[in-house]
């Protein structure tokens, strides 16, 4: 039977709750949150992290940083394909995203190039919000994220369901541009930049590891700016 959308918000937040209790011990212990010897500079974040990770620079300019195709998907063309480990796998319409919780916040972006630009305002759905729709199963310990472009990255489930990952559509309250990632892309604060794809297209959820692009080619698996962990 069709769920109502109320109905829909409540399912949405009761998987939210048995999802935060599930790793919120485990995204609590991850080095970007817990780490006791953090390398950078600057005042604390909101994690307790310096404001500025060892070996970036501050920009006030937004570089683009990708493959060199910048695919242009129309919203009516545009689909998220949400599936592998999960209950309740689902194609979303760009109606049916909108339709989600939306939410709104002000995060860093660190570039592994070493560039890093602060207090990014972005709107978006959290990928944890997405994560309770499709409810992953017990053996999910991984995403693999696929983009437009054809590119790949893989993310852990403690990491890519804090609070502040979202697949963000608008910055600084303007509709996010074709060449930083538009229509939606991934948003990852607190790791790399290349962890979150532009143009997303498909979340994998995977019962373990499985290398993306850049993962495959020298970078690092898990990509934690206050330890410089740029390459693998
Ligand atoms: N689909 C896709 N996503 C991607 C990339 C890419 O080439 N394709 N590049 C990554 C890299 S290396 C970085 S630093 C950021 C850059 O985002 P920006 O171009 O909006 O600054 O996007 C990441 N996401
Ligand atoms: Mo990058």
Redesign the pocket.
């Given at each position: 039977m069709e769920q109502s959308p109320d109905e829909k918000l409540e399912r949405i937040i009761e998987a939210r709750m048995k999802l935060k209790a599930r790793f919120e011990e485990r995204m609590n212990n991850t080095p970007s949150i817990a780490d006791e010897r953090p390398q950078g500079k600057g005042p604390t974040n909101r994690h307790g992290m310096p404001q500025v990770p060892v070996g970036q620079t501050i920009t006030q300019k937004?570089?683009?940083?990708?493959?060199g195709y910048h695919p242009d998907i129309s919203l009516d063309r545009w689909r998220l394909t949400i599936d592998g480990e999960v209950e309740h796998p689902v194609v979303l319409k760009w109606e049916d995203f909108m339709a989600l919780p939306q939410t709104e916040d002000t995060s860093d972006f660190h570039?592994?190039?070493t560039w890093s630009k602060l207090d990014m305002v972005w709107k978006g759905v959290r990928l944890m919000d997405l994560a309770a729709l499709v409810q992953p199963k017990e053996t999910a310990t991984h995403l693999l994220c696929y983009?437009y472009?054809t590119?790949t990255?893989n993310v852990s489930l403690e990491e890519a369901l804090k609070p502040d990952v979202l697949l963000a559509h608008t910055v600084y309250d303007e509709p996010l541009a074709l060449?930083?990632?538009g229509p939606a892309?991934m948003i990852t604060p607190q790791l790399y930049?290349?962890k979150?794809?532009?143009?997303i297209k498909r979340i994998q959820f995977l019962p373990q590891n499985k290398l993306g692009f850049?993962e495959e080619r020298g970078y690092s698996n898990t990509a934690y700016p206050w330890r410089n962990d740029r390459y693998s």
């Open positions: 937004w570089p683009v940083l990708d493959l570039c592994v190039t983009g472009d590119y990255t060449e930083h990632g892309r930049a290349w979150g794809s532009k143009w850049w």
